[in-house]
């Protein structure tokens, strides 16, 4: 193939044969090119936007992310009582350099944790001995969800099913947000005035159609010394297949409605429980 007189649009007037080339093979759609040659090249400059390979500033998508996640950390408290995640390197950069060319380094660090660190995620297993684990929940079941915010009144202790009835929530991931993230990592989070949701709203959010349901509170389930150990609310949720997701914050930054939300846990057998990045994608 040749062609003559071909004008292409590139990044800036540096640019090498061999990126040039790599242009013209992906512009013009070839496939199992062997080799390019270039001769009489010309760097014409003028006004233009819209061509590929032209930088004409980011695209506004009217799109925002929202973290939803606590950071984890060597030490840190999730669950009062609970031991916090251990994190050391494995390997070195100093002591990796023995296994590399010279300048070449790597890093490779571990970590010794329960599952229940930060802001995770539980499945059917976590509750349900024959119930569903990391990995025979689908995608579907905690990513890309339309999501809706309820939000309890300041000093509400529990989230009942009359609160629930303004909302919406049937295929939705129904978040929350009591403020009690603010006493992450205080004695005061783990204490028994923790907001919760009841067995009754939660059979009701079952009852419903929701997809997942999340808190940014230390539990779903009341654990104060009145609750007897109970957790009606882990109980039925989990038993009709809904994803829970515990520990959640910056819920404060989304709006009613309106975002998408995901929290996407490692596909591990044969474990009920799992850390998670969560986080919302909000439309503007």
Known sequence: MRTEGFRLDIPGR?????????LFVRHLGLLMVADVRISAKTIIEEPHKGGRGVAVGAADTGRRLVELSHVIHDGMTTLPGWPGPQIADWLTFAASRANYAPGTEFRVARIDMIANTGTYLDTPAHRWADGDDLTALPLDCFADLPGVVVRVPPGTRAV??????????????????????????????????APYLTGDAARALVDAGAALVGIDSINIDDMGPAAGGERPAHSALLAAGIPIVEHLTGLDALPPSGFRFTAAPPMVAGMGTFPVRAFAVVDS
């Open 160 to 193: 009942d099913r009359l609160m629930l009835a303004p909302y919406e929530v049937a295929g939705r991931a129904v978040l929350l947000h009591t403020g009690w993230a603010a006493h992450f990592g205080t004695e005061r989070y783990g204490s028994p005035e």
């Open 14 to 22: 540096e640019i090498t044969d061999e990126d040039l080339a790599a």
